[in-house]
C-alpha cells in the first residue's frame, strides 16, 4: 500500500494563515469607518401598540326642502393593537417614512382593520312639498367594517398635506413629523336602509383625513384628537373623536 506524503511546512503560507485574522479585522474597521456607504445603517422606530377608538357624533334640524338626514347620528368604531413604524429614510412606498401593522395583518402594510356600529341614529322628518312625513327605515342598523390608512396610500404618494388633512399643532409637543391618516366607513348597501314617501335612501360613506404627531405616538400615553365633522349639509353640528390607548394599559 503507498503512503501517504506529507510535504513540508511552506513559511510563507505559515505566515499568511497567522495574519488571516488581523486582516479581517483591519477590513471589517475599515467598511464601517464613518462615511463608508457600507456604515449607512437605517434606523427604524416603533411605537408601542395602540387600541384606536372613533367616535362620530352630530346633530342636524329638519329643513322643509325634500332631504332625508338625521336628526342625530352617534357612530362608534374600534380598533386594537395597531403599531406605526418611523423608519428615517422615506421609503418608495405610498406610506413614505411611516408604516402602521396590526398582529393578523401579514407584516407591516398602509392598512388597519376595525369594526362599527351605530350608537344612536334619528332620522328627520322629509317634507317633499305636501308636508312633513316620518320615513321608515327598511333595514338595519347593522355593524359594519371601518378602515384606518396611511394616507399616501389611499389618495396616492403625491396628495397635498397643506389641503388635505385637519388637525392645527396646539401645543408644542405637538411638533415634528406627522402621521397622515385616512378613517374610512364601508357602509354598504346594507348598514341602514329607509324610505320615504317619494323615494329610499342608504347610509354613505365617512372619510376623514388628519395628522397625528410622531411624538405623541412614541410617548405611549393615552391621548385624543378631535375636530369639528362637516356634513352633507351645512346645518350639520357635531364632532370627530379619536382616542388612542396604549394596549398595555388595557391588560
Request: glycine share 10%.
Amino acid at each position: 500500500m503507498g503512503r501517504i506524503r506529507r510535504k513540508a511546512s511552506d513559511p510563507a503560507r505559515a505566515r499568511f494563515f497567522l495574519l488571516a485574522p488581523l486582516l479581517f479585522v483591519l477590513v471589517a474597521a475599515f467598511l464601517v469607518l464613518p462615511g463608508s456607504p457600507a456604515s449607512s445603517v437605517v434606523r427604524i422606530e416603533f411605537s408601542p401598540p395602540y387600541a384606536v377608538y372613533v367616535r362620530l357624533a352630530y346633530t342636524s334640524p329638519f329643513v322643509p326642502d325634500g332631504r332625508s338626514g338625521f336628526a342625530v347620528f352617534d357612530m362608534e368604531a374600534a380598533f386594537r393593537k395597531i403599531q406605526f413604524t418611523r423608519s428615517a429614510v422615506p421609503a418608495a412606498g405610498p406610506g413614505g417614512n411611516f408604516s402602521l401593522a396590526q398582529p393578523d395583518s401579514g407584516g407591516t402594510s398602509f392598512q388597519a382593520h376595525g369594526k362599527g356600529s351605530l350608537s344612536d341614529f334619528r332620522l328627520n322628518l322629509v317634507d317633499d312639498g305636501t308636508g312633513p312625513k316620518p320615513p321608515r327605515v327598511t333595514e338595519g342598523p347593522k355593524p359594519f367594517e371601518v378602515t384606518l390608512n396611511l394616507a399616501g396610500a389611499v389618495l396616492g404618494p403625491e396628495w397635498d398635506l397643506a389641503q388635505g388633512p385637519v388637525g392645527a399643532l396646539k401645543a408644542p409637543e405637538d411638533a415634528g413629523e406627522q402621521v397622515p391618516l385616512v378613517f374610512e366607513t364601508s357602509f354598504g348597501f346594507h348598514t341602514l336602509r329607509w324610505e320615504y314617501q317619494n323615494g329610499h335612501a342608504y347610509l354613505e360613506n365617512e372619510r376623514l383625513i388628519f395628522l397625528i404627531p410622531w411624538n405623541k405616538l412614541m410617548a405611549g400615553k393615552d391621548f385624543i384628537f378631535k375636530t369639528p365633522y362637516k356634513g352633507c349639509f351645512e346645518e350639520d353640528d357635531g364632532t370627530w373623536e379619536f382616542r388612542f390607548v396604549p394596549e398595555s394599559s388595557l391588560k
